[in-house]
């Protein structure tokens, strides 16, 4: 099985991820996507600000080989234009149709859904989505067995990356939820974290491999990072080279695992191959 993970920056760069999906669609089973823009109204196909409004609905429209589940953190993330009370942002899981999904749903990390003032990203509402698919025959005649993929969007502040309360109290939540999940799980991300905080040490700790560290991947931001985001190049902290993760449990066998430089969003997709 594939998946595909990446933070969209809401949309930013729309046409060239409608084209990598498509492109990609026809050997990816899961799309993990976080940042996701949605509305319906066929007449907010962007905004006065960069991003995309309609992603979502878009997104689907170009992969009607998908289903999937959306869960939305803020349903008023624009506050301050002609949009305000009709734009959600959240994460989502889109996964081929056809593949046998036994359970799916979110839960949130931090803070609560509508919890964002307009200003502060710190009372921003996270979430993480999953799903449960049975991945082959085997699988599917075990009662319970699956496996489980988590997408999250984790709290972006402080903007050093390094562990806060908050922040071990996300991943704990993650790891409590999967403890009493049968079968295999794959959590993959923005975590918002750097490799070295005990926020990302816990993963390893609980026996999940770090795929990102494993893998020796050298940036999951990418050179695209400092085109969309000049700005970081005048703070204490510059333009950091990693916030994503890949996780495994150990009876994920993995057949690659890759996070190529494609100018994307502001961060890069990671791109894991495997089976059970």
């Given at each position: 099985m594939k998946i595909i993970s990446l933070n969209i920056f809401r949309g930013h760069e729309f046409a060239a991820l409608i084209k990598f999906c498509n492109e990609q669609a026809a050997s990816t089973d899961v799309f993990c996507l976080q940042e996701v823009l949605s509305n319906p109204n066929e007449d907010m196909s962007s905004l006065p600000y960069e991003?995309?409004?309609?992603?979502?609905?878009?997104?689907?429209?170009?992969?009607?080989?998908?289903?999937?589940?959306?869960?939305?953190?803020?349903?008023?993330?624009?506050?301050t234009t002609e949009y305000e009370g009709q734009l959600l942002m959240g994460n989502a899981i889109l996964y081929k149709r056809g593949?046998?999904?036994?359970?799916?749903?979110?839960?949130f990390i931090y803070n609560e859904f509508?919890?964002?003032?307009?200003?502060?990203?710190?009372?921003?509402?996270h979430n993480a989505v999953y799903?449960?698919?049975?991945?082959?025959?085997?699988?599917?005649?075990?009662?319970?067995?699956?496996?489980?993929?988590?997408?999250?969007?984790?709290?972006?502040?402080?903007?050093?990356k390094r562990d806060s309360p908050k922040r071990l109290a996300q991943s704990q939540k993650v790891l409590d939820f999967l403890a009493d999940k049968?079968?295999?799980?794959?959590?993959?991300?923005?975590?918002?974290?750097?490799p070295d905080t005990e926020s990302v040490r816990m993963w390893e700790r609980a026996g999940y491999r770090n795929l990102v560290v494993e893998y020796g991947i050298k940036s999951?931001?990418?050179?695209?990072?400092?085109?969309?985001?000049?700005?970081?190049a005048n703070t204490p902290e510059g333009y950091q080279e990693f916030a994503d993760y890949t996780?495994?449990?150990?009876?994920?066998?993995?057949?690659?695992?890759?996070?190529?430089?494609?100018?994307?969003?502001?961060?890069?997709?990671?791109?894991?191959?495997?089976?059970?």
């Open positions: 991003g995309r409004a309609n992603f979502l609905e878009e997104l689907r429209r170009a992969l009607p080989g998908f289903a999937g589940i959306f869960a939305p953190g803020q349903e008023d993330f624009d506050m593949l046998e999904v036994k359970a799916q749903g979110s839960f509508n919890s964002y003032d307009g200003k502060d990203f710190e009372t921003l509402g799903v449960t698919i049975a991945p082959n025959p085997e699988a599917r005649l075990k009662p319970g067995f699956g496996v489980t993929i988590v997408t999250l969007h984790g709290n972006s502040q402080p903007g050093s049968d079968g295999e799980k794959i959590v993959l991300g923005d975590f918002n974290l750097m999951t931001r990418g050179s695209n990072h400092r085109k969309l985001s000049p700005q970081y996780f495994t449990s150990p009876g994920v066998k993995v057949t690659s695992f890759e996070v190529p430089d494609i100018p994307l969003s502001d961060h890069l997709p990671m791109i894991l191959e495997f089976s059970v």
